[in-house]
């Protein structure tokens, strides 16, 4: 078999403008529940959230994650004719049996772009880290036929929502990224070899059929995060052939899972700190050295994006070592340390490709945060009272809201299929 590389060409990223600032929030809801005060100002300091973002009416998982993905291959159309894979990563499904991919094939090629029919669709689930299964799983796919000139895409796509009022209701959030696989990428090259794993049956986060919220155990998930980090990294170093503190020094770029910014920061600074021995400023150097913290900002004020997390901060922290090194990021190893509850650890290393800082250029990172619009209390009420019948829809939105260019949930049928459109510009 030819030896060739595989990993990510390229990423498109969508997150719906509605925006809640949390003092905002937090004013309505201790004038509402007075004994929610120290609780919920407690959990705004602790997680380090400023704001969340959330859909517009017309829009769910499968339209922000067709949004992302019409938004890339508008801008990649010469990788259409070799699209061989279409993958969606996510644990907010609108259908018990048709995948999200499904949905945004049809949606994509009612708007204009030539996605092939001869193509496999299908979706991924393990709570946050359902996107990176099917970017593995892919990848793994397109190493089996290193010849040919496919690829494949994946979209992680996501509307986190739990009860509110709750402390958890701030680290609500949506969002998309699309995620372009071949073989030779011109982004980040994979080592699918050495991947490290973990996987044990918790009750740390579920969401039960029937249930339009999430359930979660704050600190035990917190404690089962930590403990499955430390073990995949362990079984990454095994595969590898190294000990744990020099796969640590030795990795220029750590990616991880972000339910809220102190959570992925803490982890990697007890990872550090338990396998290098170091502590107060050699600790912060080394975290700071690698542009870590700064990775984490997007989620401070779009909030959980549940699979899309992870790779927010991907494309932020390659902006900004990019903007740090320019052409010398290439060839900088990294790890990509991805969670799902209930749960399961993904750990993936791998290196910069040569074709990144072209790539890296070409994104637009900063619209997806400057879209943003604040919201009203009563738009934040309207989504939090969905899902919405047909009739209601009707009533909270007509076509003519919705912006150029833009998918949207045209209608739900009697008996419940989702019918969506897509709006010209």
Known sequence: MQNVSVGISDVGIYIPSPLMNLETL???????????????????????????????PWEDSVTIAAQSAYDLLKRRPEMLPGLRYLATGTESSVD???????????????????????????QAQHACAGGTVAILGIAGLLAMSPG???????????????????????????????????NNPRLMELDLD??????????????????????????????????????????????RGQAPDEVLRGTDMFIFHVPFKTMALTALQRLASHHIGIHGEELQKFVSDRGFEESLEPNTVVGNLYTAST???????????????????????????????????????????????????????????TSARPAGLDLYDTWLSAPHSDEKLKQLFTEADVPPESFYLGGIREDGYRQYAFKNG
Not at 26 to 53: C, M, N, W, Y
Not at 150 to 179: F, M, Q
């Open 96 to 122: 018990q049996s048709k995948p999200m991919a499904a949905y945004v094939e049809g949606m994509l090629q009612r708007a204009g772009i030539d996605v092939p029919e001869t193509l496999m669709t299908f």
């Open 311 to 369: 790779l927010l901060a991907l494309v932020f922290l390659l902006r900004e070592r990019y903007e740090k090194f320019g052409k010398d990021i290439v060839g900088k190893t990294f790890m990509l340390g991805s969670y799902g509850s209930g749960n399961t650890m993904i750990i993936v290393s791998g290196r910069i490709a040569p074709g990144a800082p072209e790539v890296i250029e070409s994104w637009d990172l900063d619209s997806a945060l």
């Open 148 to 182: 040919r000139p496919e690829s494949g895409l994946v979209i992680s796509s996501d509307i986190a929502r739990y009860d509110a009022p709750s402390t958890a209701e701030i680290t609500h959030g949506a969002g998309a990224i699309s995620v372009l696989i071949e």
């Open 26 to 56: 937090f004013d309505r809801r201790v004038k509402e529940h007075p004994d929610l005060e120290r609780r919920l100002r407690r959990a705004i300091d602790s997680t380090g959230q400023k704001s969340i973002r959330f859909p517009h």
């Open 194 to 239: 050495t991947q490290g794993l973990c996987s044990r049956d918790v009750d740390d986060f579920f969401r039960p059929n029937g249930s339009v919220t999430a359930k979660v155990k704050g600190g035990y998930s917190i404690q089962c995060y930590d403990e499955a980090l430390n073990v995949a990294f362990h079984d990454h170093c095994a595969r």
